[in-house]
């Protein structure tokens, strides 16, 4: 069977209707706002992803259209912990109902548990798989544990672990028994 399903042009109720899946490779380069996280390195990284189209039936008259997906990637970002590489393995896996109208998917999408989105025959999918990985980032990367000794004077330039010109506390108590000087 010829394939012509693309992942950035999909048809997608005609891809629903075919139980189609869809299973590949992109280069990381091509997200580019994944690409922003990881400052531009990693362009080579592939991000890996499986799609498949599913039509549900329910009862004689309605139909509902679905798209599950799954997608992972190992990014890589800086640890917030020592500054230094460390691979995230980021992945997410959701499915999708398609409606008619955008009408329809922002009325439905408030209510329904599944994100409801617009039927379209040429759906980027990569577009799609960039916004669930970009959610299933962390907040803060860093390594379970990291490979160096953590120096928080290198991690923050303006913190000072043992400030030189920092008042001995005896010293100020001596001053304050000092007497005035008149
Ligand atoms: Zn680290």
Do not use: I
């Amino acid at each position: 069977m010829k394939n012509d399903f693309v992942a950035k042009h999909l048809n997608v109720e005609a891809f629903a209707r075919g139980a189609g899946k869809l299973a590949g490779e992109e280069r990381l380069a091509r997200f580019e706002r994944l690409l922003e996280e990881t400052l531009g390195l990693g362009a080579e990284t592939p991000v890996s992803y499986l799609v498949r189209g599913e039509v549900v039936r329910e009862g004689e008259s309605s139909e509902e259209v679905w798209l599950h997906l799954e997608v992972q990637v190992v990014l890589p970002l800086t640890c917030q912990r020592c500054l230094g590489p460390v691979d995230v393995p980021v992945s997410a896996e959701r499915s999708f109902r398609f409606v008619a109208t955008e009408e329809l998917a922002a009325a439905q999408d408030e209510e329904a548990e599944e994100d409801v989105l617009v039927l379209s025959r040429e759906f980027n999918l990569l577009e799609l798989m960039e916004d669930e990985l970009l959610m299933a980032l962390p907040v803060v990367p860093k390594h379970e544990v990291c490979p160096v000794p953590v120096k928080l004077q290198v991690a923050d330039p303006d913190f000072v672990d043992e400030p030189v010109d920092k008042p001995n506390p005896f010293a100020v108590l001596g001053q304050l028994k000092k007497p005035p000087l008149a």
